[in-house]
């Protein structure tokens, strides 16, 4: 069982828009990384998101590009104070291959529990493998591509 971990792509400044999508870059962001994933051969049976717009709008991206059927929906656990252990316990329950889609500072948090070596990257993306039923480990990183 993998876990993808994501940090939704850059997002319009509140002040331009209280709803923060995200930014015309934060579309070739998310459509970028949601490729290079396509390339790695990432297909979660499930996408969860935090229900914020940036966050939904990116992992709209992973539907699309890595798995068209996967189950997707909003999350508790997933926003930016939320505590790290509810969603580390969520993915114990699971069986298929997961993708987060979240925000700072939650995910690096996240990473962090599930061992990561470094820091999630702003913007990019790390995966991990379940190995029994509790341990997991880091499996490889995708830093944010570089977009104009």
């Known amino acids: 069982m993998f876990v993808f971990l994501v940090h939704h792509a850059e997002a319009v400044d509140p002040g331009v828009d209280a ?7 934060g579309v070739e962001q ?14 979660p049976a499930v996408i969860w998101h935090s229900g914020k717009l940036r966050s939904r709008q990116t992992a709209e991206w992973f539907l699309r590009r890595c798995s068209p059927m996967a189950g ?12 790290p252990e509810w969603i580390h316990d969520a993915l114990l329950l ?10 700072w500072p939650h995910l ?4 962090a529990k599930l061992g990561a070596p470094e820091e999630l ?27 104009d």
Do not use: I, N
């Open 19 to 25: 709803s923060r999508p995200l930014s015309t870059r």
């Open 30 to 43: 998310a459509a970028a990384l949601a490729g290079r994933a396509q390339q790695r051969g990432v297909r």
């Open 72 to 83: 997707f929906r909003a999350v508790r656990g997933l926003q930016p104070g939320d505590p």
């Open 94 to 103: 699971e069986d298929q291959d997961v993708l987060l889609v979240g925000h």
């Open 108 to 111: 690096p948090k996240l990473a």
């Open 121 to 147: 990257p702003v913007h990019g993306m790390m995966a991990f493998e379940r190995e029994g039923a509790t341990q997991f480990v880091f499996k490889w990183v995708e830093r944010p591509p570089q977009v």
